[in-house]
Nanobody, 122 residues
Framework: QVQLVESGGGLVQAGSSLRLSCATS????????MGWFRQAPGKEREFVAT????????DYADSVKGRFGISRDYAKNTLNLQMNSLKPEDTAVYYC???????????????WGQGTQVTVSS
């Protein structure tokens, strides 16, 4: 398993931006598919975005398309999530995820980070 540590969450107003980062253990970072999920209070954990290691292909949940951007920094062994035009409904704990398989749902994930809270006020 790969070790994942998220950072960058916080409390912001609607319309603002935040950048989340996920620090990883470097030896296996390059060969893992990476992703972001989120879980709001009382709701199931849901897919946000994923980036495949083999071809760099990216997928987003419809709810964040055009507002969020996922990227990875190989020099720093980090996965990033740039979140723009934040809405109150984006409020959730955001989790970094890694897998040897293509990530489309929680069942595809091998390793989880501890999560970072994002709160968007109206």
């Amino acid at each position: 398993q790969v070790q994942l540590v998220e950072s960058g969450g916080g409390l912001v107003q609607a319309g603002s931006s935040l950048r989340l980062s996920c620090a990883t253990s470097g030896r296996t970072f390059r060969r893992y598919n990476m992703g972001w999920f989120r879980q709001a209070p009382g709701k199931e954990r849901e897919f946000v975005a994923t980036l495949a290691w083999i071809d760099g292909s990216i997928d987003y949940a419809d709810s964040v398309k055009g507002r969020f951007g996922i990227s990875r920094d190989y020099a720093k062994n980090t996965l990033n999530l740039q979140m723009n035009s934040l809405k109150p409904e984006d409020t959730a704990v955001y989790y970094c995820a890694a897998s040897a398989r293509r990530i489309l749902s929680t069942s595809d994930v091998d390793s989880w980070g501890q999560g970072t809270q994002v709160t968007v006020s109206s």
